[in-house]
Nanobody
């Protein structure tokens, strides 16, 4: 029904920057909000940043001031600009989208396949 495809991950040195993208496609009537979560090896998945369809944003304390989430509603795409990266930011980053699928009566959350971000010290 709905597919999320992330891109932009990679290997970067500490202090560097990366920009992640996530595009939603499929039978979409509306997207309520999109967010980024991450999971490091041996750790629980954690919220990173989120944005509503109206543009309101929120961030985990650990990334405030370093990461910026934005979206292009016309393209059903969300971005995560990551600056001043630290080794502890190393994780697989996943995109989530709460989507109202065409002809559905309520929203469903979909998740992408993830993109690896590795920050070397």
């Amino acid at each position: 029904q709905v597919q999320l495809v992330e891109s932009g991950g990679g290997l970067v040195q500490a202090g560097g920057s990366l920009r992640l993208s996530c595009r939603a496609s499929g039978s979409i009537f509306a997207i309520n909000n999109m967010d980024w979560v991450r999971q490091a090896p041996g750790k629980e998945r954690e919220f990173v940043a989120g944005i509503t369809s109206g543009g309101s944003t929120n961030y985990a304390d650990s990334v405030k001031g370093r990461f910026t989430i934005s979206s292009d509603n016309a393209k059903n795409t969300v971005y995560l600009q990551m600056n001043s990266l630290k080794p502890e930011d190393t994780a697989v980053y996943y995109c989530n989208a709460e989507v109202l699928v065409r002809y559905a009566s309520r929203s469903t959350t979909f998740r992408g396949q993830g993109t690896q971000v590795t920050v070397s010290s």
